[in-house]
Nanobody, 119 residues
Framework: QVQLVESGGGLVQAGGSLRLSCAAS????????LGWYRQAPGKQRELVAA???????NYIESVKGRFTISRDNAKNTMYLQMNSLKAEDTGVYYC?????????????WGQGTQVTVSS
């Protein structure tokens, strides 16, 4: 079985920084892409950052220049570095791995970690 365990969330003042981690275990398969999603209170979950297996990154416009998605293969861990945080960044952040296992495209989710930015 696959597990994604997130950490690094917390309460921070506007303008501050946080680094989220997502550690993977189990047989994930061939990874197509990695992503970080967030869900603000009362809103739908949205993709904020993605990293393909070929190293291409994508970010929603509101976080460009402030957030960086990365991975450390040796540690089986992906990261989201968040700088210059704003109140609107508040929400539960989820890591996601999209992979092919047994010929089937599969998505795996972390449990979520709360990020709260005070203005």
């Amino acid at each position: 079985q696959v597990q994604l365990v997130e950490s690094g969330g917390g309460l921070v003042q506007a303008g501050g920084s946080l680094r989220l981690s997502c550690a993977a275990s189990g047989s994930i398969g061939s990874i197509n892409s990695l992503g970080w999603y967030r869900q603000a209170p009362g809103k739908q979950r949205e993709l904020v950052a993605a990293l393909t297996s070929t190293g291409i990154t994508n970010y929603i416009e509101s976080v460009k220049g402030r957030f960086t998605i990365s991975r450390d293969n040796a540690k089986n861990t992906m990261y989201l570095q968040m700088n210059s945080l704003k109140a609107e960044d508040t929400g539960v952040y989820y890591c996601n791995v999209a992979s092919v296992r047994r010929g089937v495209l599969q998505g795996y989710w972390g449990q979520g970690t709360q990020v709260t930015v005070s203005s």
